[in-house]
C-alpha cells in the first residue's frame, strides 16, 4: 500500500477543489509513492507530533490543520514551522492536510459534531455558491442511452439523495461538413438534418472536468456540440456550518453543562440565554463567526463554534445564544471521524490517533 492510496480515497470523497479559496489542503510535505508503514492522525502537525510518528514508525501524517499555510520563504528552522518540515523530509515522513475540503462536507468535520450533540436531519448552514453546472449536450438518438450513462458514472446527474437524474428533450440538428471532416452521419459539402437528443445533466464543479472528458470519448461526433454554464444555485449538499434539530427541546442551562461536558470545554463564552430552552442549533468546528448571521436567518437557538471577538458577541442582538466552546474543542473530534473513515476502507494498516493534546490554549 502506498501513501497515494490513502491520499487518493481520502480525496474521492474529499476533494481539494471544494476547499476554501485562502486553503491550502492536499500533501504538503512527501512524496506520494512512497510506500505506507502507517499513518497518524491529529489536528496540528506540532514537533511532538512528528516525534510521536517517528516513535511508532509512521511516515505519514494526516492533519486536520495545514502546516504551511502562507508561504514559507526560507527552511532553515528558524521557526517551529521550518523544523517540523526538516524533521518530517530527514525521516522520509510525509504530511497531508485535509482541512476545508472536510469542513464543507456533509460527512465531514460539522457531521461529527452534529453526531456528539444529538443533532437529527443536520443540514449544511450556507451551501456553496458557484459549484454547480449544467452540462447540456446534443447526440443522435442512438447514442443517447450509452452517452448518458457514461456521464452518470464519471459523477453526472446527482441532486440531492437522487442520482442519475437528467431531462432529455428531442430535436433535429442541422449542419453542413466541410472538407476535411468526417462526419458520422452526412456528407461533404450537403446541408443535413438529424434527429439529435439534447441531455442535460447537473455536475459539480470537481467532476466538471472529468465528466467533459468522459462525454467527448464517448460521443460518436468529430465535433460535439455542448454547454457548459454556470449555475447560481446553490449546492446544498457541500458548505460550511451546519444545522439541526435536537429530538426534544431542552433547558439552555442544561444544554449548555452537557455541550461543556461532551465537548471537554475549559470554559464557554456565551451571550445571554435568551431562549429558556434550546431545540435548533446551527455550529462550526473552528473558527465560525463569520456565519452568525446565516444562523440568525434560520432562527438556530444557539450558535456554536470557536474563535468569537468580543465585539462580534454584540452581533447576537438578543436573537440566537452564541456560544464560544473553543476553536481545538469543536474539532477535537475530527481525528477520530477521520480514523473511521480510514479504518472502514482500509483493513490491516497501522493506523492511529494521536495521543498529544495540541491545543495551545490552556485554562486557568
Ligand atoms: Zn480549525
Known amino acids: 500500500m502506498r501513501i497515494y492510496d490513502v491520499v487518493s ?13 485562502f486553503d491550502n489542503c492536499g500533501l504538503l510535505v512527501g512524496d506520494i509513492q512512497n510506500q505506507l508503514s502507517g499513518a497518524l492522525i491529529c489536528l496540528d502537525c506540532t514537533e511532538e507530533i512528528i516525534e510521536e510518528a517517528i516513535d511508532q514508525g509512521r511516515n505519514l501524517i494526516i492533519a486536520h490543520h495545514p502546516i504551511i499555510f502562507k508561504g514559507v520563504k526560507k527552511i532553515t528552522g528558524s521557526n517551529s514551522i521550518e523544523r517540523i518540515i526538516i524533521k518530517a523530509i530527514k525521516h522520509n515522513i510525509s504530511i497531508y492536510a485535509i482541512h476545508t475540503n472536510l469542513d464543507h462536507s456533509l460527512i465531514g468535520v460539522n457531521a461529527e459534531i452534529a453526531r456528539r450533540l444529538g443533532v437529527i436531519f443536520p443540514r449544511i448552514l450556507q ?11 446534443f447526440v443522435p438518438a442512438s447514442h443517447q442511452a ?3 450513462s457514461v456521464m452518470f458514472h464519471s459523477g453526472a446527474g446527482k441532486i440531492g439523495n437522487y442520482s442519475e437524474c437528467s431531462f432529455v428533450s428531442v430535436g433535429n440538428g442541422t449542419y453542413t461538413p466541410l472538407e476535411g471532416a468526417d462526419p458520422f452521419v452526412g456528407e461533404i459539402g450537403i446541408s443535413h438534418n438529424e434527429e439529435e437528443m439534447k441531455v442535460d445533466v447537473l455536475v459539480t464543479k470537481h467532476v466538471l472536468n472529468k465528466v467533459i472528458q ?7 461526433y468529430e465535433e460535439v456540440a455542448y454547454d457548459v454554464l454556470e449555475l447560481q444555485n446553490k449546492n446544498l449538499s457541500e458548505g460550511t456550518g451546519m444545522i439541526g434539530e435536537l ?7 442544561t444544554f449548555l453543562a452537557k455541550l461543556k461536558q461532551s465537548f471537554h470545554c475549559g470554559s464557554i463564552r456565551h451571550t445571554d440565554l435568551i431562549h429558556s430552552k434550546i431545540q435548533r442549533i446551527a455550529f462550526c468546528g473552528g473558527s465560525g463567526s463569520f456565519l452568525l448571521n446565516d444562523a440568525i436567518q434560520q432562527k438556530a437557538d444557539i450558535y456554536i463554534t470557536g474563535d468569537f471577538k468580543y465585539h462580534e458577541f454584540f452581533d447576537a442582538e438578543n436573537k440566537i445564544i452564541i456560544a464560544d466552546i473553543g476553536h481545538y474543542e469543536s474539532e477535537q473530534f475530527t481525528s477520530d471521524l477521520i480514523y473511521r473513515i480510514l479504518t472502514e ?4 494498516f497501522a493506523i492511529s490517533v494521536t495521543k498529544v493534546n495540541t491545543n495551545p490554549i490552556n485554562y486557568f
Open 9 to 21: 480515497y481520502l480525496e474521492s470523497l474529499f476533494p481539494t477543489s471544494s476547499q476554501a479559496s
Open 127 to 137: 451551501p456553496s455558491e458557484h459549484r454547480l453546472y449544467k452540462l447540456s449536450v
Open 146 to 148: 450509452i452517452l448518458t
Open 214 to 220: 468522459a462525454m467527448l470519448e464517448a460521443h460518436p
Open 247 to 253: 429530538e426534544e427541546p431542552m433547558d439552555s442551562l
Open 345 to 348: 476502507k482500509f483493513v490491516n
